[in-house]
Every structure is written in structure tokens, then in C-alpha cells.
């Protein structure tokens, strides 16, 4: 059993920057495919962004491409989501979520076996 733990988020101006956490525990951590989704209020949870886990491949939505940046740290079990130039429209709650299994490619779907509480993203304009 996996347990997540996002942390990071908070409230930031309009093409301001944020770096979000997810500190993973319980688990093997570099067997784990990882994840950052999101949901903003009235909307549903969306795919954010993917990492393998080795951090060879990732997968981002073509919403926040060229502007978020995942990246995880094995040795310190824990995933991270650089966003830069943030928009008001990202203001959502951040989720981080693992999925087992040394895939290649990083999973772009919500397949996943295990999910955090979320952080709350907060974008003002």
C-alpha cells in the first residue's frame, strides 16, 4: 500500500511559478509510474502530466506543455510539478497518483493504483 502526500500548493499571480510535491511512502518507489492530475471546482479531474519510473519518459496535456515540468527524485521518493507562467485557469486541486509497474512510457490516463488528498493550486489574476 502506497500512501501519497502532495504538498507545495498555495496561491500565486498570473504568470507567477509553484512547485508542488508528492512524497511517497510505503511502497517501492522506483516501481512506480507517476502522475499529476487536477480538478477545478464544477469540472472534472484531468490529466496533468506523467513520469516513468525512471524519468526517461513523460507525458504532459497539451494545456500545460511547454509550461509545467514534471520530475521525480528516487532517491528521496518523491515526484515534483514545476509550474511556470501560471493562468488563472490552472487554479485547481493537484493530485499526485502512482501506478505499478516499470512501464517504459509514462501513462497519460488515470489508470492508476494509488492517489494523494490533493493541494490546492490557486491562481489569481
Known amino acids: 500500500q502506497v500512501q501519497l502526500v502532495e504538498s507545495g500548493g498555495g496561491l500565486v499571480q498570473a504568470g507567477g511559478s509553484l512547485r508542488v510535491s508528492c512524497a511517497a511512502s510505503g511502497g517501492t518507489f522506483d516501481t512506480y509510474g507517476m502522475g499529476w492530475f487536477r480538478q477545478a471546482p464544477g469540472k472534472e479531474r484531468e490529466f496533468v502530466a506523467a513520469?516513468?519510473?525512471?524519468?526517461?519518459?513523460?507525458s504532459y496535456a497539451d494545456s500545460v506543455k511547454g509550461r509545467f515540468t514534471i520530475s521525480r527524485d528516487n532517491a528521496q521518493n518523491t515526484v515534483y510539478l514545476q509550474m511556470n507562467s501560471l493562468k488563472p485557469e490552472d487554479t485547481a486541486v493537484y493530485y499526485c497518483a502512482a501506478r505499478w509497474g516499470r512501464r517504459s512510457k509514462a501513462t497519460p490516463t488515470d489508470e492508476y493504483d494509488y492517489w494523494g488528498q490533493g493541494t490546492q493550486v490557486t491562481v489569481s489574476s
Open positions: 513520469i516513468s519510473w525512471s524519468g526517461g519518459s513523460t
